[in-house]
């Protein structure tokens, strides 16, 4: 029960590090257009991930039955898992670099995984055909975070172009003030929009290790002899509980309500200079991709598409707009944070075994 509260708290500590360093992704854009003050902002953001959290649990069944074989997993993967995610979020956030909090524990889980198999590289769901209600469907790392990890930023980036030459040959005739005027107000409604997708996909892959994390307790007999007021640990079946999402919400609108300035400046002001029409573009064009990919329950990173979305409206202006040296530290960070957070996973279990957890 005590390693239980300790993968409770770092699970917390992860979702309230990942609302921080995630906030740039729903206010970046409507901070630097000066539509909405960056207190204005954080609070919206906050809200509308608080509300956004409570849309399905696809995605948290995907984190935390779908990349690895539950039945190999103990409290210490789990602990591992988000020990080398919280690590890679924060050195990544101190370096001001959006890099995907999805993927860090997705990657944490994994290199976890193996070291507590010994190196069993069998106990990664690499691809698999299930049947649905809907019909057949691919579960696995390949369809779920592989495959999204490439074709996610780049629908982002795509959709970004065809949304930002569409606005501009219908409002060609208008002039600048107007259209400063009216997206100035439409931004907000899209900043929110963003707010919502974000809450809807990141918050519910912290559920899904919290209901791994119970699954587990409950699978080794560690919540066999807990008084009638925690009964409600007990889960014999993988499901999210509703006290999960509510406390996984609330967490994740705290730490969006902090703000992360450092990764606020890189996307808002460092990429691409924008205006309201731009931030619009960018945000809708991203909470389209989120908001698919939510609803099948692919863990995107919300930080890879708001950013190639900023980036593929920033180069309808011209392909010299974009900062392209900002965007090569971004994508090497995108690179890097799979077999990173697998590493740490990995070395931290041995850490924790090395210690006697």
Avoid at 73 to 100: E, K, Y
Avoid at 119 to 135: C, I, P
């Amino acid at each position: 029960m005590t390693l239980f509260l300790f993968v409770l708290l770092a699970a917390l500590v992860f979702e309230y590090i990942n609302g921080f360093h995630d906030a740039a992704n729903a206010i970046a854009t409507v901070v630097s257009t000066k539509v909405l003050t960056p207190r204005q902002a954080i609070l919206m953001a906050a809200v509308c991930d608080l509300i956004g959290a409570f849309f399905g649990t696809a995605v948290a069944k995907t984190i935390g039955a779908d990349i690895v074989k539950i039945e190999a997993i103990t409290m210490q993967t789990v602990l591992a898992a988000l020990i080398g995610a919280i690590i890679w979020g924060l050195l990544t956030w101190s370096l001001g670099l959006p890099s995907s909090s999805s993927h860090a524990l997705i990657g944490g889980l994994c290199g976890a995984a193996l070291a507590s198999t010994g190196g069993d590289w069998s106990v990664l769901k690499w691809s698999n055909q299930v049947m649905k209600a809907t019909g057949p469907a691919h579960e696995g790392l390949w369809p779920k975070v592989v495959i999204p990890m490439i074709t996610s930023p780049l629908a982002g980036f795509l959709i970004g172009i065809v949304i930002m030459l569409l606005l501009t040959a219908l409002l060609k005739t208008l002039r600048p003030y107007l259209i400063q005027k009216i997206f100035g107000k439409a931004q907000i409604l899209s900043a929110a929009f963003m707010g919502l997708s974000h809450g809807s996909n990141d918050a519910q892959k912290t559920m899904g290790i919290i209901a791994l994390a119970l699954f587990t307790g409950t699978k080794t007999g560690a919540f066999a002899h807990l008084p009638a007021g925690l009964h409600f640990l007990r889960t014999p079946t993988f499901a999210i509980d509703k006290w999960v999402i509510v406390l996984c919400a609330m967490t994740m609108a705290a730490g969006t309500a902090a703000g992360g300035w450092r990764i606020i400046r890189t996307m808002g002001h460092k990429m691409v200079r924008l205006q309201p029409v731009h931030g619009f573009a960018a945000e809708t064009s991203a909470g389209i991709v989120i908001q698919i990919a939510s609803h099948f329950g692919i863990p995107v990173s919300t930080t890879h598409v708001i950013s190639t979305s900023i980036m593929g409206v920033g180069a309808t202006k011209r392909l010299s707009a974009v900062k392209w040296g900002v965007v090569q530290r971004i994508v090497w960070a995108w690179v890097c944070t799979l077999p990173a957070t697998a590493m740490l996973g990995w070395s931290a279990l041995r850490l924790l075994k090395l210690c006697g957890v």
